[in-house]
């Protein structure tokens, strides 16, 4: 096999860490990096490949992180930058690579280019490398630059504008801000602005990091002259309309830059280093060019994320997602669950309507999951996911079958979506809450001590790690079986082949010189499927009837050749 073939990002498992959420060091209530590291062996121990953090860098934390004021330094809440070589070096040792986030489409207000900017006249060299415009007027009655731009909406509600006061005291120009106010969108046709994040990739690849995860990766390029969205346009939402600041051709540029420096590194020290979008970007052929040979290595498929529990949806989806990639010659990328979405356990426990699937943060006095329901279709749903060619996301906590924290009082809420959409949308703390790792002790071992930043629901000390570790059956035994099979086995490296099955149920056959034969078959139907003639079950999402010759409903079997 080429280089390209074998490297070892194309069928990876990659964990994905939120660093306030994970391990918390220091008892502060706050996950650090020194947790993360002292936690590391669990990753070992559950079978992935990599980790990926969220950001851990200097900033204040309007959004989680995703709001950097220093590309290049640790935030005192999570450590020092020695502490993050520490993490990298540890992580090295046991065998797992490390994946940092890089937030290129928008920096913190706080960063020194913003404030900068904001001291700056209009027209000036600092205000050049974010999106500073006049504002309009209305039909004539109104003074000119007293409305936004345009009408673009933030993603977290809102117009996506902010007017800011001038140094002597008068209103003055709008900036954009795609994401919160304290997020200003940086201009990417600016070539200062590429310069310094290849410096900042430059940066983090010299530390050792194998790699990055492009946050908005779709949006750094906005269309020229920031032309008006559709009318009815709402930014929250991903629709598959055009739309002027997402999927302009110009991100591609961006990304074939990016591509020869990652490209450089591996040739230099013989690491591959990988690049990963995350890109809300359909259909799945503009996905597509993401992935082309000389642009990223990997984007992730939310189109797969978004599908109901429903047996045509989920292949068409599979089939769809395999296809537009193997056009462009790369391998396909999938995840359930991530710190922006309801965690799959819970919305897989409502009841699935066809269409694409993708709830909004959930309250106490919304509707709510059923939460075995939930689960067993969320292992039926990873087991899939784990038996598909290419590499998969997993998100901190799936492993323990966490379901979101759908009881969080409003008050504790700390995600800028809740207070910018007027309350009327809760936002994605229910997925970010604390991780239990023991069911006794502070924090159900999340620290040595303090209050979690946010709290954690009763329901999740039955599922801590140690309740679970070396359980037979439990959902930490099943992801630890799933991913010694996968690797044994070399799923994720070969091809798939769909066989009959009824039409409430998915089967196929993993094919390919590196792969054992394998055949996977996901019942999801009301009634058994029977285990066909000649096959014997490797693990299975939950328990088989009649002596492992039959898949109950809402569960997914591996299977051999006799
Ligand atoms: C991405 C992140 C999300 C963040 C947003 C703005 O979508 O995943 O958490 O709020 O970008 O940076
Ligand atoms: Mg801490």
Redo the contacts with the bound molecule.
């Keep these: 096999m080429s280089a390209a073939e074998t490297a070892w990002w194309r069928d990876a498992v990659i964990y994905q860490v939120y660093p306030r959420s994970w391990a918390d060091g220091d008892g502060d209530g706050i996950g650090d990096l020194p947790g993360i590291t002292s936690r590391l062996p669990h990753l070992a121990a559950l079978g992935v490949d990599a980790v990926w953090l969220?950001p851990f860098y200097t900033s204040p934390q309007h959004?989680?992180g995703?709001?950097v004021a220093d590309y290049r330094d640790v935030d005192p809440l999570f450590g020092r930058l020695e502490d993050a070589d520490a993490l990298v070096a540890r992580a090295h040792e046991l065998g797992l690579r490390v994946v940092v986030?890089l937030?290129p489409?928008?920096t913190s207000d706080e960063h020194e280019w913003f404030q900068a900017a904001l001291a700056a006249p209009p027209g000036s060299p600092e205000r050049a490398r974010y999106i500073f415009r006049e504002g309009r007027g209305d039909d004539g009655s109104l003074p000119p630059n007293t409305l936004p731009p345009n009408n673009w909406q933030s993603?977290?509600g809102g117009t996506a504008w902010e007017r800011v006061t001038e140094a002597d005291g008068s209103p003055g120009q709008w900036y954009l801000h795609?994401?919160?106010v304290t997020?200003p969108d940086l201009d990417w046709t600016n070539p200062e602005v590429g310069d310094e994040m290849e410096s900042v990739l430059r940066f983090w690849l010299d530390r050792g990091v194998d790699g990055f995860r492009i946050?908005?990766a779709h949006g750094l390029v906005k269309a020229d002259g920031l032309p008006d969205g559709p009318d009815d346009f709402d930014a929250t939402v991903h629709p598959t309309a055009w739309q002027p600041m997402f999927d302009q051709p110009g991100v591609h540029e961006v990304y074939r830059r990016w591509r020869r420096i990652a490209d450089e590194y591996a040739a230099t020290t013989g690491q591959d280093r990988l690049l990963c979008a995350?890109a809300?970007v359909l259909p799945v052929e503009s996905l597509a060019k993401y992935v082309r040979p000389d642009e990223l290595h990997q984007s992730f498929n939310f189109a797969f994320l978004m599908t109901p529990w429903i047996a045509d949806e989920l292949h068409e989806a599979i089939h769809e997602g395999l296809a537009a990639v193997a056009e462009v010659g790369a391998p396909q990328t999938w995840v359930l669950s991530?710190?922006?979405v309801v965690r799959h356990a819970s919305r897989l426990g409502y009841p699935q309507l066809p269409g694409r699937l993708r709830i909004e943060g959930i309250g106490a006095d919304d509707p709510q999951p059923d939460a075995e329901l939930g689960l067993r279709r969320a292992r039926a749903a990873t087991a899939l996911m784990l038996a598909l060619p290419g590499s998969a996301y997993l998100y901190q906590g799936e492993e323990l079958g966490l379901p979101e924290a759908t009881q969080l009082p409003d008050d504790v809420r700390q995600?800028?979506t809740w207070e910018r959409s007027g309350h009327t949308s809760r936002g994605?703390d229910g997925c970010r809450v604390p991780m239990p790792w023991t069911a006794d002790g502070p924090a159900m071992g999340f620290g040595p001590g303090g209050t979690p930043w946010l709290p954690q629901p009763e329901s999740y000390r039955a599922l801590a790690v140690d309740q679970q570790d070396g359980v037979a059956g439990s959902t930490l035994e099943l992801y630890r079986t799933l991913l010694r099979v996968r690797r044994e086995r070399g799923l994720g490296l070969g091809g798939l082949r769909w066989l009959d099955s009824g039409p409430d149920a998915l089967t196929f056959e993993l094919t390919g010189d590196h792969t054992a034969p394998t055949v996977v078959l996901v019942n999801l139907g009301e009634t058994a499927v029977p285990v066909p003639d000649g096959l014997v079950p490797l693990v299975a999402s939950g328990p088989l009837d009649d002596d492992g010759r039959a898949v109950p409903t809402d569960t997914t079997v591996w299977l051999s050749p006799a």
């Design positions: 969220s959004d989680a995703y709001d986030d937030v489409n928008h993603m977290f795609l994401f919160d997020q946050d908005v995350e809300w991530n710190h922006d995600d800028p994605r």
